[in-house]
DNA sequence: CGCGATTTGTGCACGTGTTCACGAGCGCCT
DNA sequence: AGGCGCTCGTGAACACGTGCACAAATCGCG
């Protein structure tokens, strides 16, 4: 864990801790029932770029369920989700695949099992801190509690802006973060404030066990090693896109002299 | 190109074009001063995790001139990021290097050559489509315009949001994508509609003459292969993180019996 | 009941990305 | 001027991720 997570194509992810946990870190498979499925309750282990597919093809599952489709082969659920087949299938079998040969995967059961890997069974409640632009417009998006999230409270150090109602929630002061998050079993956390005050929220939410968090201000955030963030940030993507932009721009500028 | 770009944690990115824009492909050595540094003009390659972090290293720098240094190191640098201190040297290493040893990087000097690799010269003008909650949040983000770009139009399908203005910016419809485009030299597109009108609207984007999107809708968009698409979903993001939180709570309750 | 069509699961080779460790160059101080 | 310490640049080893290609397994049909 610990600093920023994202690393958009990253190969590896830092990652030092992991043995910090407990895991002995012997040389275990790590894919595929090691000796038996059973003793292990949970996944022995899951490359973290499967565990960032998961939630796309848990979408495209949930496309294809209310199409009334009830199976799918790897073939059509790789396109709908935009990845190669073998990847999907390679993917899927990290979790102990239920796919049948010569037939495919069970839409539902495999809805349901990606759900469990997730820790999806349990609406998680979020809190969001900084309600201005951009805080209102996700504290207003509705497709959280369909995927499953809610936005348990809101959160600016604006006095003018506590006691707002924002899509039907209270907006409280930073101040109250600690009584809040205890009552409310809160782990998760959405920064959409200024870069020049996420830190100091960091370092608030963490102090109030948080664990977890999910950065909009341009900035990296330290965090100890237990805690995870995550980035988003609008300008970075414009930006890498504007690398290809350019780059497309002076490559059809040149004489395309092949051979 | 071609197909959602993100991969948050990938390993090579499909990729199957750049040999369908020219280049022989023949095994250059890619990095480092092949032979001279003059002929080619522009940069012969870059890998696609370095480009993603240029953007944060951009970000940092800025930070960094404005505090008045003028010269860091690749340690401090890479601390400001976010990154391992290696891995910033080498980033670095691929637009030339301009370090000097056992002093540092020009802070002035690196920031205009990371903006010149990027394309930022220019203020690239961006199309934002879709009007609604999130997309009147983007719109408003005053962010932009000091990280290279500027707003230049926004679009809606819905007739009663037509002819508002939003942040100055008038909103037009959809219909009137291709002249406005035209007019305003659009090559960037952000899509902030519904999921189900994205790919419609994206087919009218590429249409136009767009070659890079940045997607907010939760979906995946099929474009041709010199379209690049960058893909940014709250709920995936989201669902990562509960993985994380997931398996940090099945850890923990775990007897950590070790020895 | 057996065969063929079909689709999963995965071993293996390859490409990409990361990290370490060290040589090469630069400035400063004596 | 010469040496010394500092920092960049980078070769090489390693880790991770991807995609091909094929064996194993299952269903349906004659």
Redesign the pocket.
Known sequence: MSQQRN?R??????RPARSAAGLPANGSPAH?LSDRGAPVSELPDL???TVARLPEYLRALHVLAEDGGDVV???ELAHAAGV????L??D??YLR?????????DVGQLIEKIEHVLGLNQHRAVALVGVGNLGQALAGYGGFGSRGFHIAALFDADPVRVGDRIAGLLVRHIDDLAEVVAVEHIAIAVIATPAHAAQGVTDALVACGVTSILNFAPCVLSVPDNVDVRKVDLAIELQILSFHEHRKATLTALPEAIS
């Open positions: 690393e194509p990253a190969g590896s992810d830092p595929g490359p973290e770029a082969s790897s073939e190669n087949s073998a990847k299938r390679k899927l079998s695949s239920n796919g049948t040969r010569g037939v495919g995967y």
